[in-house]
């Protein structure tokens, strides 16, 4: 098991050297959000956990309300990622589709059945497929048990958030445990990897 951090703009500035020095191995770096946002932070967040020595993966929070606008959410990530060279084989941390309605946007607008969500990860990740990326799915364990139909997923690796004692999602790639990882005087989203991406 490898432990990690993952992180958006919304951590502000990380020294990745006291992150290195804290056990974290890996960081799993927000790309972006919506309909063609980058993450304030995204080269910045990629070039100081490469530089501290940690393997890295990117994340995309998504706003699709359908599978079309899931696709063009992954064409987008698919271009940034292609821009600034990140191939897969850089990637050792995998791209994950981030779907999850934390704000409450999707249920705004009334788009909270489960067929819809899980066309939405599946054009998401097929999007990545194709233009070169194996993609996964982070989503909360309610999420997965009770809103997307995992079934479907075909293979889709998943990356299970609960916040707990051990993770009860039966084959999860990657495993959000806290969001109370305190380093350098910060708390981080603290993750553990249970076998190859």
Same mark, same amino acid.
Do not use: P
């Given at each position: 098991m490898r432990r990690g951090i993952d992180v958006s703009e919304n951590n502000g500035y990380i020294d990745w050297q006291a992150v290195k020095e804290e056990g974290v191995e890996f960081a799993i770096v927000r790309l972006g959000y919506g309909n063609r946002h980058l993450d304030e932070r995204f080269y910045e967040n990629v070039n100081g956990a490469l530089d501290a020595g940690l393997d890295i993966g990117v994340y995309y929070y998504?706003?699709?309300?359908?599978?079309?606008?899931?696709?063009?959410?992954?064409?987008?990530?698919?271009?940034?990622?292609?821009?600034?060279?990140?191939?897969?084989?850089?990637?050792?941390?995998?791209?994950?589709?981030?779907m999850e309605d934390a704000d409450g946007y999707k249920r705004l607008h009334y788009v909270t059945d489960r067929q819809t969500l899980t066309d939405m990860c599946v054009a998401f990740a097929s999007v990545?497929?194709?233009?070169?990326?194996?993609? &996964?799915?982070?989503?909360?364990?309610?999420?997965? %048990?009770?809103?997307? #139909?995992?079934? @479907?997923?075909d293979g889709i690796p998943i990356w299970c958030a609960q916040w707990d004692e051990e993770c009860d999602w039966d &084959?999860?790639?990657?495993?959000?445990?806290?969001? %109370?990882?305190?380093? #350098?005087?910060? @708390?981080f989203d603290g993750n553990i990897c249970f076998s190859e991406v």
């Open positions: 998504s706003y699709a309300l359908d599978a079309d606008a899931a696709e063009r959410e992954a064409h987008f990530l698919a271009d940034i990622l292609k821009d600034c060279g990140l191939t897969m084989e850089k990637l050792k941390m995998g791209v994950w589709f981030d990545c497929e194709i233009r070169g990326y194996n993609c &996964g799915v982070y989503a909360s364990l309610d999420w997965l %048990e009770n809103k997307l #139909d995992t079934e @479907a997923f &084959g999860a790639v990657l495993w959000q445990y806290t969001d %109370e990882w305190v380093i #350098d005087g910060r @708390a």
